[in-house]
Nanobody
Framework: QVQLVESGGGSVQAGGSLRLSCGASRRILHNYAAGWFRQAPGQEREFVAAITRGGSGTKYSDSVKGRFTISRDNDKNTVYLEMNNLKPEDTAVYYC????????????????????WGQGTQVTVSS
């Protein structure tokens, strides 16, 4: 069973930055589109960003567009989420996910489309 593992979460003040990383227990991420989701207490898990297998295509939620950047290094079997100008409303558990969609498929934003998930990493932004 392949596992995804996130790291890089923590506590920052508003306006600060964090970089999340997601690795896989086996060298498989190059076969998957990847995404980041987040879930705040009492709320549903929501889409944050996604990236195609090769890294040429990305998609962002409106709430993070212009502040967050998703990227990947397939040689390192790792996906990243650079988060800048963080706001208190960004506070949540952030999850990495992988979607074995066909190469030409559009990036998915729904939780159900992603087959692999990490355990999550907490991001807390204070005002």
């Amino acid at each position: 069973q392949v596992q995804l593992v996130e790291s890089g979460g923590g506590s920052v003040q508003a306006g600060g930055s964090l970089r999340l990383s997601c690795g896989a227990s086996r060298r498989i991420l190059h076969n998957y589109a990847a995404g980041w989701f987040r879930q705040a207490p009492g709320q549903e898990r929501e889409f944050v960003a996604a990236i195609t297998r090769g890294g040429s295509g990305t998609k962002y939620s409106d709430s993070v567009k212009g502040r967050f950047t998703i990227s990947r290094d397939n040689d390192k079997n790792t996906v990243y989420l650079e988060m800048n100008n963080l706001k208190p409303e960004d506070t949540a558990v952030y999850y990495c996910a992988a979607d074995r969609a066909i190469l030409t498929a559009p990036l998915n934003v729904d939780v159900e489309s992603y087959e692999l998930w990490g355990q999550g990493t907490q991001v807390t932004v204070s005002s």
